[in-house]
């Protein structure tokens, strides 16, 4: 936004503070500031400024195993035939260890284990909740708990020695009602982000070791790879070029596919296919930087989903991570699915800003600059509570971008513009006093209008159309309300 134009503005809301429950606004900087109200019933992932995918709301509680670094040896460690020499704990054939732990009545925790080998776990003595689940170290695994969970224990049935080098279990404690300030893959464009309720479908986004691997390619876990979440450790999968080379999960009822991708090396080897029973191929070629790729198959059905090459005629060799299958046309911020059961996204609501002192409804600007996920209709307005009297500017289907002013019931101006792509940032501002209306995009005006009457007792700023409908999903870097009616050159300098 136009730094000098900050001034006039009486209620400002950019991509800075906010709280559990509170979107702050920049203006007013005096009591009542009026901030938005924000709820959503869950956590949520964002890009953070450094590019990575964080959780919003989601920490780690302190450590639950003791000595799970061994360097006291084994002890606080039960075993029958493991030894310990230097911090690194060898378990041969047939051996255990085990350490009984103070679980959290319920929840989810985070399990982690570095070593060799390959390793069977489980967190209590009694089945079939607790029964082994084998894994190749090292591995991360997410447990939900329940009231048999006693204890972590890791046997070896491999027929060779095992070592195992550090055990760590931590409580993940979820936090909801926090907004999104997201950023693009590149730690660009800090935005407020607002989306829509939505659900992973697929039961493991990140453990493919679950999945169904074709007989001719290979999966491996490499420990040392970063992932998208500045974490340690990914999936490779190569699928040379023949039959036979896929990793699948199954019939999903889901309408929407995305990965992220990341080539092992550059050139060759590096175009891979989100595929759905019935659906023609699409390739899609990786890069040797992590990428979000999706894929909207056009109507919702239950669809086999799989990685794979698509018709055998090149190979893949590929980092993958945070799957996700969506009833929705398309990729919604990443939902993790970490403990086998499909995950939602809560709906995010922004209310409550505003007041009749902060808005002039004889004349003023709503501006925003904003950008929509998809092409439904969204909308950001001021209102007197209802709908009889609001200023509205709306994104809409065919990438349009709508100006809206009604006056006691009646509609006083209603222009359109079509730009290239709402999907991408646009500055608008509506104009509105008595016979002076104007639409504002990208620097130029668009449309006016010199006949109607102002609005009438205009008290809120919101994130609809001042009747609930068209909820704003999307991007919205700055937003402003002005008490006066800019001039042309004002106009210019803060939509440009």
């Known amino acids: 936004m136009a730094d000098g134009l900050l001034n006039k503005a009486s209620i400002i809301l950019t991509p800075t503070g906010y709280k559990a429950g509170t979107l702050y606004n920049v203006a007013p900087v005096v009591e009542p500031y ?121 046997n070896n049935t491999s027929g060779s020695d095992i070592t195992v080098t550090s055990v760590s279990v931590k409580e993940v404690i979820d936090t909801n009602n926090i907004p999104r300030i997201s950023y693009d893959s590149n730690g660009d464009n800090g935005h407020i982000l607002l989306e829509p309720t939505s659900t992973n479908l697929l039961p493991y986004s990140e453990d493919f070791s679950e999945w169904t691997l074709g007989s001719n390619s290979t999966l491996t876990y490499e420990s040392d790879v970063v992932a998208p979440d500045g974490s340690l450790g990914v999936y490779r999968l190569q699928n040379p070029q023949s039959g036979s080379t896929f990793l699948s999960i199954g019939f999903i009822n889901c309408r929407n596919f995305s990965l992220f991708v990341k080539a092992v090396t550059g050139g060759v080897n590096n175009q891979f296919n989100l595929d759905a029973s019935g659906q023609p191929t ?148 509506i104009k509105y006093k008595a016979n002076d209306f104007a639409l504002w995009i990208d620097g130029v005006e668009r449309d006016t209008d010199t006949n109607g009457a102002s609005p009438i007792g205009l008290n809120e700023l919101l994130f609809n159309n001042g009747g609930g409908g068209s909820i704003f999903y999307g991007k919205c870097k700055a937003l402003a309300v002005f008490n006066e009616a800019l001039s042309d050159s004002e106009l210019t300098q803060l939509t440009t």
């Open 282 to 429: 699409d390739t899609k070629t990786a890069t040797t930087q992590w990428q979000r790729y999706d894929r909207d198959f056009g109507s919702q059905a239950n669809y086999n989903l799989s990685i794979n090459n698509g018709i055998d005629n090149y190979a893949s060799d590929i980092y993958i991570w945070g799957a996700q299958a969506e009833v929705l046309s398309y990729a919604t911020s990443y939902i993790p699915t970490l403990t086998g059961s499909t995950v939602t996204r809560a709906t995010e609501t922004a209310t409550g800003a505003g007041s009749a002192d902060l808005i002039n409804s004889t004349e003023g600007v709503l501006y925003a600059e904003i950008a929509a996920l998809d092409d439904s209709s969204i909308s950001i307005g001021i209102c007197d509570g209802s709908t009889d009297n609001r200023v509205l500017i709306l994104l809409q289907s065919n990438n349009t971008i709508r100006g809206f002013v009604e006056s006691s019931d009646t509609i006083v101006f209603d222009e359109i513009y079509q730009v290239s792509s709402t999907l991408d940032y646009h500055k608008v501002a």
């Open 34 to 154: 009026e901030d938005f109200d924000f709820a959503r019933a869950s956590v949520a992932s964002r890009v953070n400024s450094s590019g990575l995918v964080e959780m919003v709301g989601r920490t780690l509680g302190s450590e639950l195993v003791t000595n799970g670094n061994f360097s006291n040896g084994l002890n606080n460690w039960t075993t029958n035939t493991a030894t310990e020499s230097g911090g690194v704990v060898t378990i041969p054939n047939n051996g255990y260890i085990f350490q009984t732990i103070n679980f959290p009545d319920s929840g989810t925790i985070k399990i982690q284990v570095e070593g060799s080998g390959t390793v069977k776990y489980r967190l209590g003595v009694t089945s079939p909740s607790n029964t082994f689940i084998t894994k190749t170290l090292p591995f991360t695994a997410y447990e939900d708990l329940n009231s048999t969970d006693v204890r972590i224990q890791l």
